[in-house]
């Protein structure tokens, strides 16, 4: 566990070290004036203006970067992000006023350390550079005092979290349960009860029953959120037709790819190399008198197929072992011959014959090829003056007139079923951001296309008139009256079942698990299945629903968890660190909490006030 301990503290001094300078390094520092330099404290241990204003900072550009796109103050707010960082300044401030209080402390000589070998303060050669050093923390607004005082108190905090969250072990007897729960198994046998087993026919439904089916399962039938958008979009399939590619350059680019056109014989073909001729002669002859096959031979060099595969080679690939190579018939080990390695045995398995495409023959492949790319490169220049005509005042109307731009409107909810452009990612998001204010803007779909869009208005969730779903309505009613009938139907056989009658001599096919979990990730079984028999008794019938009608099941046995199976070991570690993690984090929590009961928080709300105006 002192491992675990060492990675801790590793993490927070590093993370004091992006807090202090890779933010700053794209934002920079900012001072604020007036006489209040800190927005709060824990006893003794102060959370500084500077501080909270750096950690807040760095969150959004982490967000940023993350997300690919702009965060705004409001947004972060909205997000709960204020929230978070003032939350983990706090606790912080905790661990530090604790660390002082019982006189954890770090020494010159590991402080040194830590700088010495921080990357930022490092020079060209790798070493520490007292320079780089000043310039670093002058860009921070820091003074050497302020800093190293810091990371001294960071470091101690360090100490005490990780003797929280280092060398919880739980006992083996909660981690035996978990395991014996989750791989706890079940035996059963099961036959699927379709509708073509249905004996009684369908009632034909009302309209006040469609109506009432249509109320009670209204969440079915709900508009989400949507938003209607219009836009215009152009891709390179676009104007395909409308590009021209010369001969010359089509001959150019079958020039290019003329490898890619014309490939010589080649064959797939394994290779195991041997000290001498001898040796390797005497193995070809075992293979050949059936002694042993090529595997074998590979297996005795401690070696794996996948050590000898050479994949597809051509003659010129095998230099002297080129005839004998390909002279021989598919499947067939032959040489000894010589290689780039030595004297080897060679393995075709398979021949993959010459192939030709003339220029005529390929020329259609070019031309889409050629005008794909030319229609990219057309957009691309024309893309900076549908920007420029948006920024001028021009409507998306207006350029889809004008232009090759394409006009679309659009129920955005958010599924790639909205529409063909809703399944680029670049449209996703910026839907996704989209707000009324927003005026359009030229932005790419990732395949050489552009779009603009305008948010015409958000329609809030809204039940779908029953008008419109009548027939998706009626179709359910019908499914759910089915399914019930067939399940009144298996339930009887369920019965016989149980009375000592076979599946067999109830016309029912029978399958049988011989021992899923609860999970059973990959089984074909109807959902609900697993639940049922992990609720039932060994020699239990019962009929649930199916996936199209119901499944008769019988519980045959109650299989504990397989302590030999490969995955029980990877269970129990998984299960070990993640409770033994579970505890730590707890435990940890409950410290801190302590700590602030016992040192008292203190909150200067006009100070954060103060820190939040510099980001309007």
Do not use: C
Not at 428 to 452: C, H, K, M, N, S
């Amino acid at each position: 566990m002192a491992e675990k301990k060492t990675s801790i503290g590793k993490i927070f001094v590093y993370g004091l070290m992006a807090l202090l300078f890779v933010g700053l390094g794209g934002f920079g520092a900012t001072n604020f004036s007036g006489n209040v330099s800190n927005i709060g404290s824990v006893g003794d241990a102060e959370i500084g203006v500077q501080e909270y204003y750096r950690a807040l900072r760095n969150q959004i550009a982490a967000i940023e970067a993350q997300n690919g796109q702009p965060l705004t103050f409001q947004q972060a707010q909205e997000q709960g992000v204020t929230s978070q960082v003032l939350a983990q300044m706090v606790v912080n401030a905790a661990l530090e006023d604790e660390a002082t209080k019982i006189g954890i402390s770090v020494g010159d000589d590991r402080l040194a350390e830590e700088i010495v070998n921080t990357q930022a303060f490092q020079g060209a050669d790798g070493q520490f550079s007292r320079q780089a050093y000043e310039y670093a923390l002058n860009n921070a607004g820091l003074s050497e005092r302020e800093f190293e005082e810091g990371l001294r108190a960071d470091s101690a905090s360090t100490i005490l979290q990780g003797s929280v969250l280092a060398g919880i072990k739980l006992p083996d007897t909660y981690v035996d349960t978990l395991i014996g729960f989750a791989g706890e198994r079940r035996a059963f046998t099961w036959a699927a009860y379709g509708p073509e087993n249905l004996t009684t026919g369908l009632p034909v439904p009302t309209e006040e029953q469609l109506t009432a089916w249509y109320e009670e399962n209204l969440s079915q039938y709900t508009r989400p959120e949507t938003k209607l958008i219009t836009y215009v979009w152009l891709t390179p399939e676009m104007i395909l037709d409308t590009v021209e590619v010369d001969e010359d350059s089509l001959r150019a680019a079958y020039a290019e790819r003329e490898a890619e056109f014309n490939m010589p014989e080649r064959r797939l073909v394994e290779r195991l190399v041997y000290g001498d001729a001898a040796t390797a002669q005497a193995a070809l002859d075992r293979v050949s008198s059936g002694e042993v096959t090529f595997e074998d031979l590979v297996a005795e060099r401690d070696l794996t197929l996948s050590d000898t595969d050479m994949g597809d080679v051509t003659q010129g690939d095998l230099g002297a072992a080129a005839d004998t190579v390909f002279a021989a018939d598919v499947g067939t080990v032959v040489g000894p011959a010589d290689s780039d390695l030595g004297p080897a045995l060679f393995r075709v398995n398979a021949v993959l014959p010459e192939q030709s495409t003339s220029f005529e023959d390929a020329m259609p492949d070019l031309r889409d090829a050629l005008a794909l790319d030319r229609a990219r490169r057309v957009i691309e220049g024309q893309a900076q003056g549908f920007d420029d005509d948006l920024a001028a005042g021009a409507t998306l109307e207006e350029l889809a007139d004008t232009s090759d731009l394409q006009l679309g409107k659009i129920g955005w909810t958010g599924n790639d079923g909205d529409g063909e452009i809703a399944a680029y990612d670049g449209f996703r998001e910026a839907a996704a951001q989209a707000t009324a204010e927003d005026y359009p803007t030229v932005a790419q779909l990732g395949d050489g296309g552009i779009f603009a869009m305008r948010l015409e208005e958000i329609m809030e969730p809204a039940p779908l008139p029953f008008e419109d779903v009548r027939d998706n309505v009626a179709t359910a009613f019908e499914n759910d009256a089915r399914t019930k009938a067939l399940v009144e139907q298996a339930e009887l056989k369920a019965t016989e079942l149980s009375e000592g009658k076979t599946f067999e001599a109830l016309s029912l096919t029978p399958n049988t698990e011989e021992g899923l979990t609860r999970n059973a990730f990959g089984a074909e079984l109807a959902p609900g299945v697993l639940d049922a028999v992990f609720d039932m008794e060994p020699g239990d019938v019962r009929a649930v629903p199916g996936t199209d009608g119901a499944v008769v099941l019988r519980l045959d046995d109650i299989l504990e968890a397989d302590s030999e199976d490969e995955s029980a070991e990877m269970l129990a570690n998984l299960f070990g660190d993640q409770a033994a993690s579970d505890v730590s984090q707890d435990l940890f929590r409950a410290l801190s909490a302590d700590i602030q009961q016992r040192a008292g928080v203190s909150i200067d709300q006009q100070a954060i006030n103060a820190v939040h105006a510099n980001f309007q």
